[in-house]
């Protein structure tokens, strides 16, 4: 490993929080700055949380469906994309419906806003039949779009801090792709792998992205977050308090803080392994990371009530 180029060089590889929330299958964290809060999702519980990491506390929403992801949206509004669909909830908890695609026989997972406010999300077989996940771009103005399909797993996705790349995360057949991205249309172009994960210990799940553009991706199964250049260069490894970790995301002052969220699912609480799994990790960064936009518009997305 390219040690000396790596952001983790001077940096501490112990956790300096770690919040024990027992979940079961901790997904999707995004730092909501106006709040100062960790929203993360529990895919296996289905229920929406928000950490507040300076007093410890975390306020829960259960939601009516499996949950694969949520996003910030106006108006103190969720986006939540749950199996059956793309739904936004209100301040007062109520559930709008808003455009999704035939979700038959197969389930939404990961999804983040990109620099402009737009929602991508990706979505999977129920079955764990290949090659049926696609990924969708949804607007503000409340339109859906597919842009790409042919996915496994869709994860792990993320913009470079110029905005002119797309990283996404194929997870059973363990690649890395990068695309062209346009911000100003939130078009794809170009894609080719970056990295092929198959000679290392795990499977990519999710990803943040910081300052430099170098690539913080957690290792299902491998006990550590992979640290990458904007090229996929395998820069250095962060382990983790736990086999399964899930995704993580830059936030706190000057989003210095790395958040790591992991499941406890699948796992023997008694097995010596099993660490702090369900729990959510703070590690003190050294370089800032980018900032994840919250959905933008007004709020009013082409909705029916549920």
């Known amino acids: 490993m390219a040690v000396a180029s790596s952001p983790l060089a001077d940096m501490s590889r112990q956790p ?3 919040w024990r929330v ?10 909501l700055e106006d709040r100062r809060q960790l929203a993360w999702v529990d895919i296996v519980r289905p229920s929406c949380h928000l950490l507040d990491p300076a007093t410890g506390e975390t306020r829960t929403f259960e939601v009516p469906a499996k949950i694969g992801s949520a996003a ?15 739904w936004r909830r209100n301040a007062e908890g109520g559930l709008d419906r808003c455009a999704s695609p035939d979700m038959t026989g197969v389930h939404f997972n990961d999804g983040k806003c990109d620099p402009a406010g737009r929602f991508w ?17 949804f607007d503000p103005d409340g339109t859906l779009h597919e842009m790409a399909s042919g996915f496994d797993v869709p994860n792990g996705l993320g913009w470079s801090p110029a905005g002119d790349a797309f990283y996404l ?6 690649l890395l792709y990068r695309y062209d991205y346009d911000p100003a249309s939130g078009s794809i172009g170009r894609r080719r792998v970056i990295q092929d ?7 990519p799940d999710g990803l943040a992205v910081d300052a430099a553009g ?12 992979l640290v990458l250049s904007p090229e996929g260069l395998l820069l250095d490894r962060l382990p983790t308090p736990c086999p399964r970790p899930t995704s993580c995301a830059f936030g706190g002052e000057e989003r210095m803080t790395l958040f790591v969220t992991s499941a406890s699912y699948g796992l023997d609480p008694t097995d010596s392994g099993f660490g702090d799994s369900g729990s959510i990790f703070a590690f003190r960064s050294l370089i800032p990371g980018t900032p994840v936009a919250p959905m933008a518009g007004s709020g009013k997305l082409n909705m029916t009530k549920m």
């Open 16 to 18: 300096n929080r770690i």
């Open 22 to 31: 027992g979940a079961g299958l901790a997904e999707c964290p995004v730092w």
């Open 72 to 86: 910030p949206a106006p108006d103190g509004a969720m986006l939540l994309a749950l199996e059956d669909g793309l």
């Open 121 to 137: 999300v990706g979505s999977r077989s129920s079955d764990g039949s290949p090659a049926r996940g696609k990924l969708f771009r």
């Open 169 to 174: 995360v194929d997870t059973v057949p363990r």
């Open 197 to 203: 994960f198959a000679g290392q210990s795990g499977k």
């Open 214 to 225: 170098n690539l913080w991706c957690a290792m299902w199964d491998g006990g550590g977050i």
